[in-house]
T-cell receptor, first 113, second 116 residues
Framework: DGGITQSPKYLFRKEGQNVTLSCEQN?????MYWYRQDPGQGLRLIYY???????QKGDIAEGYSVSREKKESFPLTVTSAQKNPTAFYLC????????????FGPGTRLTVT | AQKVTQAQTEISVVEKEDVTLDCVYETRDTTYYLFWYKQPPSGELVFLIRRNSFDEQNEISGRYSWNFQKSTSSFNFTITASQVVDSAVYFCALSEVSGGYNKLIFGAGTRLAVHP
């Protein structure tokens, strides 16, 4: 089945540790996105990538880093510099055409203590 | 600046009631798309509809309908005869193309609770 996978569903880390969230898609989409969602709030864009080896900062990129070495994969690293990393993280991809809809993965809930 | 406002934070209805979720947007673009997504308790966002700025025709899909009015910059979503399975957070979103990059601007979401 085509889709977007994010693993794991729940992730727990100690403060001061970097952690990498996985996002893989087999939809052959060029564009991929990372969002953060806090309780009771909407989605905020962290990073996005239009094609392989290209990515742009979104609205809240500080404390995060990404790579896009393969079309299928867009991992997000939450660094120790991110002051409040506990949140729900959603990955999405978009098919060809500038104004097409984005499709979302199931999300990863990260808890940092 | 591009902006999407969903003024209703939470709505509570009893099953079989009709309910309308409001969405108001601001954009400088002449060509744009609007979207609605559903986020059930599992967390994954489910795409519901895309509407382009040149098509103001209302759309109906089963119990769902959408009313796009450019004159008031609104794209409202109505669920007819609501069911418990409709309980979710609903997001309205607006496309933004800047510097050749495409992004979505999301509203804060409306939490809909449908009670039996």
């Amino acid at each position: 089945d085509g889709g977007i996978t994010q693993s794991p569903k729940y992730l727990f880390r100690k403060e001061g540790q970097n952690v990498t969230l996985s996002c893989e898609q087999n939809l052959n989409h060029d564009a991929m996105y990372w969002y953060r969602q806090d309780p009771g709030q909407g989605l905020r864009l962290i990073y996005y990538s239009q094609i392989v080896n290209d990515f742009q900062k979104g609205d809240i990129a500080e404390g995060y880093s990404v790579s896009r070495e393969k079309k299928e994969s867009f991992p997000l690293t939450v660094t120790s510099a991110q002051k409040n990393p506990t949140a729900f993280y959603l990955c999405a991809s978009r098919g060809p055409g500038q104004l097409n809809e984005q499709y979302f993965g199931p999300g990863t809930r990260l808890t940092v203590t | 600046a591009q902006k999407v406002t969903q003024a209703q934070t939470e709505i509570s209805v009893v099953e079989k009631e009709d309910v309308t979720l409001d969405c108001v947007y601001e954009t400088r673009d002449t060509t744009y798309y609007l979207f609605w997504y559903k986020q059930p308790p599992s967390g994954e966002l489910v795409f519901l509809i895309r509407r382009n700025s040149f098509d103001e025709q209302n759309e109906i899909s089963g119990r769902y309908s959408w009313n796009f009015q450019k004159s008031t910059s609104s794209f409202n979503f109505t669920i007819t005869a609501s069911q418990v399975v409709d309980s979710a957070v609903y997001f309205c979103a607006l496309s933004e193309v800047s510097g050749g990059y495409n992004k979505l601007i999301f509203g804060a979401g409306t939490r809909l609770a449908v009670h039996p």
